[in-house]
């Protein structure tokens, strides 16, 4: 279960450098910066939590705390995604409908 865990990592970095690669021209120079750097994160994240997976209990310990850091860390960076766009709550009771 390790290696496959390990092959599914390496598939899916190989994968989205080849596309980033190879659909670099869509991107501006900021998204394709921003979009590597960001998967390169996650990917030594993932190889780290698989590593402390299959360390014994204290390694599974780790990884569930750091996967409720990661969704603490991500829904902050969501909740603050919208600063720079003031919405009325007429605006977001619209939106939600449709």
């Known amino acids: 279960m390790e290696k496959m865990m390990y092959g599914f ?3 899916s970095f190989i994968a989205i450098m080849l596309h980033f690669w190879g659909y670099s021209h869509q991107y501006t120079q900021e ?8 998967f390169i994160i996650a990917g030594v994240l993932y190889f780290l ?8 209990g204290f390694g599974k310990k780790v990884v569930f705390w750091g ?11 969501l909740g ?7 919405h009325s709550s007429e605006d977001l009771i ?5």
Do not use: H, P, W
């Open 9 to 11: 990592g390496l598939f």
């Open 67 to 77: 996967l409720i850091a990661v969704i603490f860390l991500l829904l902050f960076l």
């Open 80 to 86: 603050n995604g919208n600063d720079e766009k003031e």
């Open 31 to 38: 998204m394709l910066v921003t979009g590597i750097v960001s």
């Open 94 to 98: 619209t939106s939600s409908f449709l």
């Open 49 to 56: 939590f698989v590593f402390c997976y299959f360390r014994g």
